[in-house]
């Protein structure tokens, strides 16, 4: 907090609103004397003794407009992201040198609006970290989003590239799908579900987490490791789906040109087909649960939750992809039932024992699933900061966002009413302005 007030006013609004420690004692020396300065004091070190402190000045009185502009070069000489709010003339240099500048847009001035990235129309600074918040969920569902369609897509070109190896008595090959099955999964089965991740809320750590590097954009190490595992399950367990009822039953019969039109030499793999086009539908629409978490398991997406068994709430509460699973589901009977059109358009017949195929392969992708994020959890790959906070307890031995006004933000995220955001939202304000890499703020 960069002020104009008194050292004392400052330190006090700082201790309420949960900048600095109400007992600085529970702190080493070194950093407590730190915590609180005067523009005097600070202007009066070398930029040598300022990179020297433990830790920079969460509060500092009696500004100039110097002072601002010191402290944010201060912040990049540490490698850190600095967010500056303001409204008045003199705060034009330090909004235009910070990385984010906002100004407010009712009481602020005509220089500091032109000298900020971001005005905030309403002056609550509680917008700013409804912004953060909205942004980080949209981050999040657009990267579900492309997940799942990606993990269905590897999962097709896998059994369908291995399907070229099935060859009839002519020596052409038998496709596992027909191309109207792949069109209907990818253009219903799979699109609905991904609109529905993309309706998805703000997980229960959204504001805990540190901001994702922009370099990496949506396709992290993570999504893209994600994506070829689920996509090599489901396209392994499909293909074995389709071999043990040609090769077991079928003893291995193929027919002849079975990829045009119906025959009775075509049983086998019209049978086959329908099988696998249920399982493909199946662990496309279970994916997306699933993918509701990259990380938690489905049937625990918040790990603080009092519930025994929240799977079905958690479920329910995206009424929208839950009704897209539900259905999509359900419409594979008829696909598969429906006389004419399912021999004729899908190129697959109906189907008795083999369904038991179909669903012991979901169950088996499920658990899949879930023994993957549980081995990211547990060897710690991909670990986010967030999950590391909460097996610590959010214990820090030094002074951090997490001790302090950045916990804040966790609960008033939560909170649906209006009127409370307002009331809290210079603290929110300043935890958010501050959250550009780890610890020192503007």
Same mark, same amino acid.
């Given at each position: 907090?960069?002020?104009?007030?008194?050292?004392?006013?400052?330190?006090?609004?700082?201790?309420?609103?949960?900048?600095?420690?109400?007992?600085?004692?529970?702190?080493?020396?070194?950093?407590?004397?730190?915590?609180?300065?005067?523009?005097?004091?600070?202007?009066?070190?070398?930029?040598?003794?300022?990179?020297?402190?433990?830790?920079? &000045?969460?509060?500092?009185?009696?500004?100039?407009?110097?002072?601002?502009?010191?402290?944010?070069?201060?912040?990049?000489?540490?490698?850190?992201?600095?967010?500056?709010?303001?409204?008045? @003339?003199?705060?034009?240099?330090?909004?235009?040198?910070?990385?984010?500048?906002?100004?407010?847009?009712?009481?602020?001035?005509?220089?500091?609006?032109?000298?900020?990235?971001?005005?905030?129309?309403?002056?609550?600074?509680?917008?700013?970290?409804?912004?953060?918040?909205?942004?980080?969920?949209?981050?999040?569902?657009?990267?579900?989003?492309?997940?799942?369609?990606?993990?269905?897509?590897?999962?097709? %070109?896998?059994?369908?590239?291995?399907?070229?190896?099935?060859?009839?008595?002519?020596?052409?090959? %038998?496709?596992?799908?027909?191309?109207?099955?792949?069109?209907?999964?990818?253009?219903?089965?799979?699109?609905? &579900?991904?609109?529905?991740?993309?309706?998805?809320?703000?997980?229960?750590?959204?504001?805990?987490?540190?901001?994702?590097?922009?370099?990496?954009? @949506?396709?992290? $190490?993570?999504?893209?490791?994600?994506?070829?595992?689920?996509?090599?399950?489901?396209?392994?367990?499909?293909?074995?789906?389709?071999?043990?009822?040609?090769?077991?039953?079928?003893?291995?019969?193929?027919?002849?040109?079975?990829?045009?039109?119906?025959?009775?030499?075509?049983?086998?793999?019209?049978?086959?087909?329908?099988? @696998?086009?249920?399982?493909?539908?199946?662990?496309?629409?279970?994916?997306? $649960?699933?993918?509701?978490?990259?990380?938690?398991?489905?049937?625990?997406?918040?790990?603080?939750?009092?519930?025994?068994?929240?799977?079905?709430?958690?479920?329910?509460?995206?009424?929208?992809?839950?009704?897209?699973?539900?259905?999509?589901?359900?419409?594979?009977?008829?696909?598969?039932?429906?006389?004419?059109?399912?021999?004729?358009?899908?190129?697959?017949?109906?189907?008795?024992?083999? $369904?038991?195929?179909? @669903?012991?392969?979901?169950?088996?992708?499920?658990?899949?699933?879930?023994?993957?994020?549980?081995?990211?959890?547990?060897?710690? $790959?991909?670990?986010?900061?967030?999950?590391?906070?909460?097996?610590?307890?959010?214990?820090?031995?030094?002074?951090?966002?997490?001790?302090?006004?950045?916990?804040?933000?966790?609960?008033?995220?939560?909170?649906?009413?209006?009127?409370?955001?307002?009331?809290?939202?210079?603290?929110?304000?300043?935890?958010?302005?501050?959250?550009?890499?780890?610890?020192?703020?503007?």
């Amino acid at each position: 907090m960069l002020t104009g007030d008194h050292s004392g006013t400052a330190t006090a609004i700082g201790k309420e609103i949960g900048i600095i420690p109400r007992d600085f004692s529970v702190l080493s020396p070194e950093v407590a004397n730190s915590l609180v300065k005067t523009a005097a004091e600070f202007d009066g070190m070398t930029d040598e003794e300022i990179d020297q402190m433990p830790e920079l &000045p969460l509060v500092i009185a009696r500004c100039s407009p110097n002072t601002k502009t010191r402290m944010i070069a201060a912040l990049h000489r540490r490698n850190y992201y600095a967010a500056m709010t303001g409204d008045g @003339v003199n705060d034009g240099p330090s909004l235009q040198a910070a990385d984010v500048g906002i100004a407010m847009g009712l009481g602020g001035s005509d220089v500091a609006k032109g000298a900020s990235d971001i005005v905030l129309t309403d002056d609550n600074f509680s917008s700013i970290v409804n912004a953060i918040e909205e942004g980080r969920r949209m981050f999040d569902n657009i990267q579900k989003f492309v997940l799942h369609l990606l993990t269905s897509n590897v999962g097709e %070109v896998v059994l369908l590239v291995f399907g070229l190896c099935f060859r009839d008595s002519s020596g052409f090959s %038998v496709f596992p799908l027909s191309p109207l099955q792949i069109l209907w999964i990818n253009m219903v089965t799979s699109g609905f &579900p991904a609109f529905g991740l993309g309706r998805e809320k703000a997980s229960y750590n959204i504001m805990l987490r540190p901001p994702h590097d922009n370099k990496k954009g @949506v396709f992290t $190490w993570q999504v893209i490791t994600d994506m070829i595992v689920y996509g090599l399950l489901m396209g392994t367990l499909t293909l074995f789906t389709f071999v043990i009822i040609v090769y077991g039953p079928g003893e291995g019969n193929l027919g002849h040109d079975c990829n045009r039109a119906y025959s009775d030499s075509c049983d086998v793999v019209f049978r086959a087909r329908a099988a @696998v086009f249920a399982e493909l539908t199946w662990l496309i629409l279970i994916s997306a $649960w699933e993918i509701k978490s990259i990380r938690r398991s489905m049937f625990r997406l918040d790990p603080h939750s009092k519930s025994k068994f929240p799977f079905f709430r958690d479920v329910y509460a995206n009424r929208f992809l839950f009704y897209a699973v539900a259905i999509g589901a359900l419409i594979v009977f008829p696909c598969v039932y429906i006389p004419c059109f399912n021999t004729t358009v899908f190129k697959h017949k109906p189907i008795s024992w083999e $369904w038991a195929l179909s @669903v012991g392969a979901a169950v088996i992708f499920v658990a899949g699933m879930e023994l993957w994020k549980l081995a990211k959890r547990t060897f710690r $790959w991909f670990k986010l900061e967030s999950e590391e906070d909460e097996k610590q307890g959010n214990k820090k031995t030094s002074l951090s966002l997490r001790q302090g006004f950045f916990s804040f933000s966790k609960s008033f995220s939560r909170t649906t009413s209006l009127e409370k955001r307002a009331s809290n939202g210079d603290s929110i304000m300043m935890g958010q302005a501050g959250a550009g890499r780890d610890e020192e703020q503007v």
